[in-house]
């Protein structure tokens, strides 16, 4: 006897758009007008040419539909799309759609929106969970508890997207590339265009890092089963798909840390005396850029945070070619990431944590 399996998807999306509180924002005018109506993936599911094709043939239902002249999708060959990560791969179909639309692209993707992204995505499987507030807090309070976001963000209406695929197989293929494509195209009777608003939204205050680009994107993504999440009963497999964007505040370009002994740091304002004193602070600091001089320091880093110190920099931290920082005591490492370049370290390094090296010079480690 022949038995013939099918196979069956089905996917749920989940938008949210902040309409109260914050800054004043005219929200009809914060993004470009909407399709009349949904169109669904109308290709297969191989790779780069089905992911065109379908996002050609929606391109062309919404010229059709509100009179527009959107171009055909641009994109990669199939060995450089394999190679990207997913985050990598939302990035450039989002960036691709704002910027055929004559918005600023995102700036890219960071680590600390991509962290909540995760943990959203692992929080929603792992308690057999959906929707927005299933951790008892809102997508911008997950975003704001980071310590880095929340010491410098701008206002902003949108958020988070949700997207869950479940399959009586085992596999779903192009989960991010559907979602990103459902969130544009397939939203309206589900959602309203919600998800569509958050990926178009134009309000970003671009006033960080490179004129002409503004705001993060981190994607979380977790697969497996069972997972019942907002269906009547559970599935054997599951893909969450979990989209956060926030818009960095001005002062985000002094995200690093500046370390000079006379505690002048050319024109930085978050100018440090010593290295221990940076440290303290590192909870809102990816870098601690130190100039290339003296410190006599015994330095104990015992904070669970990734953090590298870069040294050699000259006096207006235009370049690291100006030398190597000295510490003339010891560095022990009890918790966290640290990544170590163009330090001298005279008594060495005791590590019980992580610790990377580039241009290091010193004792070795114990």
Not at 195 to 201: E, F, V
Not at 272 to 278: E, F, K
């Amino acid at each position: 006897m022949n038995l013939q399996v099918i196979q069956r998807t089905v996917i749920f999306l989940a938008a949210l758009l902040l309409l109260f509180g914050g800054a004043a924002t005219d929200l009809f005018s914060a993004y470009p007008t909407d399709p009349q109506s949904d169109l669904g993936w109308s290709s297969g599911t191989s790779g780069v040419v089905d992911i065109k094709s379908a996002f050609d043939t929606a391109r062309q239902h919404e010229n059709s539909e509100i009179g527009i002249s959107l171009p055909e999708i641009t994109m990669p060959v199939q060995a450089i799309w394999d190679g990207f990560s997913d985050g990598e791969k939302a990035l450039w179909l989002i960036n691709a759609e704002r910027q055929d639309r004559g918005l600023l692209p995102l700036t890219g993707l960071e680590e600390n929106v991509e962290g909540v992204a995760q943990y959203y995505a692992d929080y929603l499987f792992d308690n057999d969970a959906w929707g927005h507030y299933e951790d008892d807090r809102s997508p911008w309070e997950r975003l704001a508890a980071n310590p880095v976001i929340g010491a410098c963000h701008d206002f902003l209406n949108v958020a988070e997207n949700l997207a869950v695929f479940v399959s009586t197989g085992n596999n779903i293929p192009l989960p991010i590339e559907r979602s990103v494509y459902m969130w544009m195209y397939d939203d309206g009777s589900c959602c309203g265009w919600g998800h569509r608003h958050a990926i178009l939204w134009s309000p970003y205050n671009d006033n960080s890092g490179v004129v002409g680009m503004e705001g993060f994107l981190g994607i979380g993504r977790v697969s497996g089963g069972p997972y019942r999440g907002p269906f009547n009963s559970s599935w054997n497999y599951a893909e969450i798909i979990v989209m956060n964007v926030f818009d960095p505040g001005s002062s985000w370009n002094d995200a690093f840390a500046y370390v000079a002994r006379d505690g002048v740091c050319s024109d930085h304002s978050t100018c440090y005396p010593t290295i221990d004193d940076a440290y303290r602070d590192s909870l809102i600091f990816r870098e601690i850029l130190i100039r290339a001089e003296f410190y006599r320091e015994d330095l104990i880093f015992d904070e669970a945070i990734n953090v590298t110190l870069s040294g050699g920099w000259d006096h207006g931290y235009n370049s690291n070619d100006a030398g190597q920082s000295v510490i003339g005591g010891s560095l022990t490492i009890t918790a966290g990431t640290v990544i170590v370049d163009r330090i001298v370290i005279e008594a060495g390094t005791t590590y019980l944590a992580q610790i990377e090296l580039s241009g290091f010079a010193g004792i070795p480690w114990n």
